[in-house]
């Protein structure tokens, strides 16, 4: 009897371990390798991300993936990145579907740093996905390029080797209030509704602190949860003589959020959101849109070019937009979204910086992603090296759209700010 | 004297289901409760061992008052009860319900110790060879034994037995009386009640007569079966009278 | 018999021993993350068996305790400074601490009330936290990385909490071993029963069941604080979410409440399943619902789960499955 | 101050009515068979999408598809009920509590595969309602009247039609209902149809003027549990009650602090209602 049970426990143990071996809970088999054309002299470098294929995240995502896609493409087309010392790097991606949840995104980044071992990685979608695989990238001591992750916060936490591709949240709205005293010097009152998860928060944080400085009164400062539906009850609270409103969160909310402003009748000089403006299916809305002011991390009608490069002295790198815009097209059969854009250039920092350090020695990319001040078709690049923020973006900014009737009545997106980029001016909201 | 019970009044609602209840129990002795269906025996027996709480009256127990206290401090001062409707631990074996009454009983054994007096309870109704038995296994019969020997289990000075004869067949209601004039035997005071007349009357030293919630009679089997108030309660229920006149 | 000459009680612990045992000797990173995610499952489903299980009571909000557990002892690890140990052991004190509270309220409640008072408990809990400034309000908070330091790096960090969850979930199983067959236990498998016939018999329940509920608390508060010191942060989604809440439910269910081998079983089971379904390119898109199908068949043809079903089929195992 | 307190007061209340249907699915099968139905919000998010593929692919006006939602609705609750809650309707609580959780997984694990988890939206505005200073939807304001319509017709069915008085029967008391030869399993799979049935109508009212997607049945069902013991479980009119009240507490609790504490109240308020008033504010036991 007891032997029977002593040799029960060896087996019923093993067989455990032999599972947690054998069948990591939650792998994904959605794991796709993309070789590239076999060189001969090519050493191979795999980059490893997780993408939000289903979940809440699933549109920004997927255009992120679509970019960084197009630049391996393109690099792999062109034969590799080539070093210094002669060697021809090609690039090979490994990646899962995350399905907009952080405790896969640590499990499955364990597993790319350690079962697939990636070479460099890249974030999910957004702040929070991205705060929780920073974290791993650390702790393996691997290089992260973020793409779609604008919360400042992740850059506080003393990591390394995470640098950002976009321009901080702090910096995402501030310039709507800029806008704003242009368009209505004698603005007072503005109202703050943000969607309470850490890209919003540090963008509204931010923002209260500059309109404070600018002299203007926040009057209202309120935040929703991720999964609101109804936002009667915040904009009931909205005082009736406030010049701007201003907040939201990610594409679904901050949708909404605009509809029922519209539904509402809220009259107000000025309406700003986050992320859902400058996305093409913003234009659903309708009526609705008309006026509402978004931030974007780059825009096809945007212009940076060799030119303006040379101009301030900063050295140019990569495709010009319409390279980029068209090769994205032909591809993917749709315009590219700053999304797009933002997969793409966390792609071209890495072939920047690896080719500056002619290795790809973690250390010695990452002395080069320090050094790094470049122009590219999507803005200056250039990141913190102080111990307190390292990998926070500074070169890259904001550019501002306001959605605007055409001639026929239809509503498009025009570029407003900064001026010397404008497309068109911004108005104030008509009464509705 | 174990038991006092002075002035017990308990309401449901608009249901007056106790008023006004006072009787004593002498130590030692087997006093039957009886009184048609619904005239409030099992609510005393709830009030009495604290599963509810009376709006007025006394109860009292070997000189200590225990009114209104929680069922388990009542059953720790050595009251145990049995239920009309068996309710056995179901998924427990047989020895396990009767070990719950020895380990929380008046005398608070250990597990060990409580697997020993287990046994001995069981023996004392005949369910030994069922011990490792699951209860739910058990036929009506064994069930109300169990419930016995849980309640012997605890080692109490009195012992609440409510319809422990109801749905056995004679020769099982013989042999239940017998272990219920062995627990006597053992110095266990008895509260009983039945509606199996033959039995109650043969077997209790005093009778108490329940109906609507009044006491409306106390005293000897053979006063209280010739008692006319008695007999006219009764009255709605021609088989119950026709049984108490038969005696 | 004493208890250590018990193979049921041996069974359980040597498996997990030789487990985290084998994981700590082999030391590598992506079997010890599976690890972690294996024996946190246990360590969850463990606690919540030793209230469900013993008791009766369905406690569907449980992860109310890992989440405020997870908190505390995150809130002293990365705001007061305390070492992980000490930190761990606030975030499951403040968590018995607060069942205690919770339960001589709630424990009144029986069945499907019950049920209710904990949903609405943890969903209070989660709005609560949300608004509480010194617990980073709706955007948590999080371990500065320096803090890894302390532990000889980030690598070695994560294999101290390892270890701790190692021990944490062996420390669980034998509590659960020694409730269930302890005095008390008794006491606790009558109130299951038959809480009113228990009370008659003189079983404390009230006081019974809080204490129930303060151990089956402790522990989940220990393990979010370890858990989240290995994610590096921690928020209000994450740290009360109901739907793990359910799966610790479906994991005791499915290795058979009330048994000490059933939620090690179920929970290894469950996540092994889901693990393979999530995997599967047929079950990709559909594990919910396979995952949900399975739940429903052990409920309506198994409800004593595959180790109470095993116990009550081959009398051999009867003594080594507890 | 006042005029805010009355919009959202007004808002809230509006919303309520909807709130109420929803949880009186819920009561109604709690009172007649002690069942809570963990799968309420799925279908309460199936109802949603119903509606929603009826107007976007077939254009059928949102409002009348609620009448083939409904069916579908009763259709999907007898089907639950014969597969996942017939046999454990005896069993304790958990076994019930799990069965129809199992079934809530099972069709948000069908509805993610085919619908995925991105927010849906019923492109159909009926325009804004101005009163005074009030502006709301006016979606909302016929939402409240559908909502009135659905709890008068179950009344009626309650208490006017035979079928109805055999479930009152059977809450009131299954043995005896049974004795006097009502067929109990048929009337409780009645039962259990008409709940999820007021389930899909809510949920397809709530698609009128909220967005949506396959999860965002948890919400409400959720409200509905609070509901449910505002008002009393067990008792299909003091769910409209409840929501109602609930409704206005949403209106009102944003007036005086910040919205994100609602929650905090509004559970605070449930855990307390049912230690002290378990049967509910008006529960009439």
């Known amino acids: ?50 993408a939000s294929k289903t979940g809440k995240f699933n549109v920004e995502a997927t255009r992120q993936i679509n970019g960084l896609h197009l630049w391996m493409e393109q690099v792999n087309g062109a034969g590799g990145i080539k070093l210094a010392d002669g060697t021809v790097i090609k690039v090979a991606d490994k990646f899962y579907d995350d399905e907009s949840k952080k405790e896969r995104v640590q499990e499955l980044y364990t597993k790319l740093i350690n079962t697939d071992k990636a070479d460099f990685l890249i974030s999910p979608y957004s702040s929070g996905l991205t705060d929780a695989s920073a974290v791993i990238a650390q702790q393996y001591n691997r290089i992260m390029i973020t793409a779609g992750a604008a919360s400042d916060s992740t850059y506080k936490k003393g990591y390394t080797l995470v640098y950002q591709s976009y321009t901080p949240a702090s910096r995402y709205l501030t310039g709507a209030v800029d806008i704003l005293l242009k368009l209505a010097p004698k603005a007072k009152k503005i109202a703050i509704i943000h969607e309470n998860d850490k890209f919003a928060t540090d963008v509204v944080k931010a923002l209260k602190i500059y309109a404070e400085k600018k002299g203007l009164n926040v009057a209202l400062f309120e935040g929703y949860d991720s999964g609101t539906a109804d936002f009667a009850p915040f904009i009931n609270k909205i005082p009736a003589d406030v010049d701007a409103i201003m907040g939201g969160g990610h594409f679904a909310d901050t949708t909404t959020l605009a509809r029922q402003l519209y539904e509402k009748k809220i009259n107000t000089k000025m309406i700003a959101l986050l992320v859902a403006p400058p996305e093409p299916k913003f234009a659903e809305l309708g009526d609705a849109c008309i006026s509402v002011v978004g931030s974007s991390q780059w825009e096809p009608l945007a212009h940076f070019t060799k030119e303006s490069a040379a101009k301030e002295g900063i050295t140019w790198f990569g495709p010009t937009g319409e390279e980029f815009i068209n090769a994205y097209k032909a591809k993917y059969k749709e315009d590219p979204s700053y999304h797009s854009a933002g997969g793409y250039v966390a792609g071209m920092i890495l072939q920047d910086a690896i080719m500056k350090a002619g290795s790809t020695d973690t250390a010695k990319v990452k002395a080069a992603l320090d050094a ?19 990998g926070l973006q500074l070169g890259h900014d904001m550019v501002y759209i306001q959605w605007q009737k055409d001639k026929q009545g239809k509503a498009m997106k025009q ?18 | 004297m174990i038991l006092q019970v002075y002035d017990l009044t308990k309401r449901f609602g608009g249901l007056q289901a106790l008023s006004d209840v006072t009787f004593d129990l002498h130590t030692g002795e087997i006093l039957g409760l ?25 109860v009292s127990f070997r000189g200590e008052d225990i009114t209104g206290l929680p069922s388990y401090d009542v059953a720790r001062l050595g009251l145990a009860r049995t239920h009309q409707v068996v309710r056995p631990l179901h998924e427990l074996t047989v020895r396990e319900n009767v070990m719950v009454g020895a380990c929380y009983g008046r005398e608070k054994h250990s597990l060990k110790e409580a697997r020993r007096l287990a046994d001995g309870s069981l023996d004392k109704v005949g369910l030994l060879d069922r011990g490792d038995q699951p209860s739910g296994s058990l036929n009506v019969s064994q069930k109300k034994r169990l419930e016995l020997a849980r309640a012997l289990a605890a080692r109490p000075y009195l012992l609440l037995l409510d319809e422990v004869l109801a749905g056995l067949n004679p020769s099982e209601i013989a042999s239940m009386m017998d272990t219920v004039r062995a627990i006597r035997e053992d110095g266990i005071s008895i509260l009983m009640i039945e509606h199996v007349m033959q039995a109650i009357m043969s077997i209790s030293d005093r009778i108490l007569v329940l109906d609507y919630g009044t006491l409306i009679a106390t005293g000897a089997p053979e006063e209280v079966a010739n008692n006319p108030q008695v007999i006219e309660a009764y009255l709605g229920d021609p088989n119950m009278t026709a049984r108490l006149l038969a005696e | 018999m004493k208890v250590w000459q018990k193979p049921g009680f041996w069974l359980p612990l040597v498996i997990v021993l030789v487990w985290g045992g084998a994981v700590l000797l082999i030391h590598q990173d992506t079997m010890r993350e599976s690890a972690f995610v294996l024996l946190m499952a246990v360590g969850l489903a463990s606690s919540l068996n030793i209230l469900l299980g013993y008791t009766g009571y369905v406690s569907f909000g449980h992860i109310v305790f890992f989440g405020l557990g997870g908190y505390t002892g995150f809130y002293l690890l990365s705001e007061q400074g305390w070492p992980l140990f000490a930190s761990a052991i606030g975030g499951g004190l403040l968590s018995a601490f607060i069942a205690g509270l919770v339960g001589l309220a709630v424990l009144r409640l029986r069945g499907a009330y019950f049920a209710l008072a904990t949903i609405g408990i943890n969903e209070a809990a989660r709005a609560f936290v949300s608004n509480f400034e010194p617990y980073g309000g709706a955007t948590g908070m999080f371990v500065n990385f320096s803090a890894y330091q302390k532990y000889g790096g980030p690598g070695p960090a994560l294999w101290t909490t390892f270890t701790f969850l190692w021990i944490t979930t062996m420390v669980v199983l034998v509590a659960s071993y020694l409730v269930k067959h302890s005095r008390f236990g008794l006491g606790l498998l009558a109130i299951r029963e038959d809480e009113d016939a228990a009370m008659v018999m003189g079983v404390k329940a009230p006081k019974a069941k809080t204490i129930t509920y303060v151990i089956s608390a402790f522990f989940p508060g220990v393990i979010g604080t370890l858990y989240f010191f290995k994610n590096g942060n921690i928020e209000p989604g994450d740290a009360f979410q109901l739907h793990m809440s359910i799966e610790m439910l479906v994991m005791v269910m499915l290795g058979g409440m009330g048994t000490v081998m059933g939620p090690l079983v179920g929970a290894v089971g469950y996540q092994w399943l889901r693990g393979y379904l999530l995997t599967s390119p047929i079950f990709k898109d559909l594990h919910l619902a396979v995952a949900g199908a399975m739940l429903l068949v052990i409920i309506l043809f198994v409800p004593a789960g595959l180790v109470g079903w095993v116990r009550n089929h081959v009398q051999r195992l009867q003594k080594v499955l507890e | 101050m006042l005029d805010q307190l009355i919009s959202s007061l007004t808002d809230g209340l509006l919303l309520g009515f909807v709130y109420g249907v929803a949880a009186m699915g819920l009561t109604l099968i709690w009172g007649v068979m002690s069942v809570i139905n963990l799968a309420h919000g799925p279908v309460i998010a199936m109802g949603m999408f119903g509606t929603y593929l009826l107007f976007t692919h077939l254009g059928v006006n949102p409002y009348l598809a609620m009448v083939p939602v409904a069916g579908a609705g009763l259709i999907a609750g007898l089907v639950i009920y014969v597969i996942a809650v017939h046999r454990v309707i005896n069993a304790p609580h958990l076994s019930s509590l799990l069965a129809t959780f199992a079934v809530n997984m099972i069709i948000i694990g069908v509805g993610t595969a085919v619908f995925s988890t991105s927010p849906q939206n019923i492109n159909y505005s009926l325009g804004s309602v101005e009163v005074g200073f009030l502006t709301f939807p006016a979606s909302r304001l016929v939402g409240a009247f559908g909502a009135i319509l659905v709890t008068a017709c179950l009344y009626l069915f309650l208490y006017f039609t035979r079928a109805g008085k055999a479930i009152r029967a059977v809450a009131n008391n299954r043995m005896a209902a049974e004795l006097m030869g009502i067929p109990s399993s048929r009337v409780l799979a009645l039962s259990f149809g008409l709940g999820t049935m007021m389930a899909a109508v809510a949920g397809g009212l709530i698609a009128t003027f909220f967005p949506f997607t396959v999860l965002s049945g948890g919400p409400y069902e959720l409200k509905s549990f609070v509901i449910c013991v505002l008002g009393g479980l067990g008792h299909p009119l003091g769910a409209l009650v409840g929501g109602l009240m609930l409704g206005g507490l949403e209106g009102l609790i944003p007036t005086f602090m910040p919205v994100s504490w609602v929650p905090v109240v509004e559970f605070g308020l449930f855990v307390l209602v049912l230690l002290v008033r378990p049967s509910g504010l008006f529960g009439a036991k």
């Open chain 1, 372 to 390: 790094m001040n470049i122009m590219t078709f999507y803005g200056q690049l250039k990141f913190a090296t102080g111990p307190k923020d390292h």
């Open chain 2, 34 to 58: 009886i009184g048609p269906n619904g005239a409030g025996k099992t609510t005393l027996f709830n009030v009495i061992n604290g599963v509810y709480t009376p709006e007025r009256g006394r």
């Open chain 1, 1 to 50: 009897m007891k032997r029977f049970g002593v040799g029960f426990v060896f087996v019923i143990a093993l067989s455990f371990i032999v599972a947690s071996l054998s069948a990591p809970p939650g792998a994904t088999a959605a794991a796709k390798t993309v070789k590239p054309a076999a060189a001969a002299a090519a050493k191979t470098v795999t980059i490893g991300f997780t």
């Open chain 1, 415 to 432: 570029v407003v700010w900064p001026l010397a980029g404008a497309t068109a001016s911004a108005f104030v909201c008509p009464a509705r």
